[in-house]
């Protein structure tokens, strides 16, 4: 499994990966931090600062397509490479589509908006992407988007959380802040932190 996207969501999901038995899961960012992090709990990692995932990914498993992928990163992704200074929507979709093999699934949990003011055209700012359609139309490839329906996990996570199978606070890297350190916590995790910032108002989970 592929999953592009370091950032806590992205994390969350390798943890899931691995917690459904995939063989492997590899991590996909521009940040090393993030990176280094998902292999902090045993996920192979690519740079994509470094180009296109698909020679990475050949690398790590002989074959430059995986069974499945999610994009933890959304409308506001970058491009790969040499174009990763800028904004490019569709780049993450339309990578996954690329190195995704026929018949394999996409999960989108990755924010999409029907409306962006900042959008860098007229198009991105109705929410509208060039997406090669097309491509996942012909490998016959499954599209689950939208956010999570997190009621109908939460009895199973929680119990894999108790019994020690999973160490999803380690791995997302939980760091507890007080409420008047949010505006440095939201300005951190802004400039790419390796860390899931938990507001802790009331000092419960150092009590914890």
């Not at 943890?15 to 996909?28: M, P, R, S």
């Not at 800028?86 to 990578?95: D, F, G, K, Y």
């Not at 394999?104 to 997406?131: H, M, N, R």
Request: contains cysteine.
């Amino acid at each position: 499994m592929y999953i592009a996207g370091a950032g806590p969501v992205g994390i969350a999901a390798a943890v899931g990966a691995q917690l459904l038995g995939a063989a492997a899961v590899i991590v996909g960012d521009l940040n090393e931090d993030r990176l280094a992090q998902a292999r902090s709990f045993g996920c192979e990692t690519v740079d994509v600062s470094q180009g296109d995932p698909k020679e990475q990914i050949e690398q790590i498993l002989g074959v430059p397509e995986v069974d499945s992928a999610v994009d933890a990163v959304g409308f506001e992704a970058r491009g790969h490479g040499t174009d990763a200074s800028h904004e490019a929507p569709a780049t993450v979709l339309n990578s996954l589509m690329d190195i995704t093999a026929a018949g394999g699934a996409l999960g989108i949990p990755g924010l999409y908006v029907t409306g962006d003011p900042g959008g860098i055209d007229e198009a991105a700012k109705v929410g509208s992407l060039s997406l090669r359609l097309g491509l996942g139309w012909a490998k016959s490839l499954s599209f689950t988007t939208g956010q999570c329906p997190v009621m109908k996990y939460n009895r199973q996570l929680m119990m894999a959380i108790l019994h020690d199978k999973v160490q999803i606070a380690k791995a997302v890297n939980a760091t507890p802040i007080s409420l008047g350190d949010a505006p440095r916590g939201y300005a951190e995790f802004d400039q790419g932190a390796a860390k899931k910032y938990v507001l802790n108002p009331n000092g419960y989970i150092k009590a914890a």
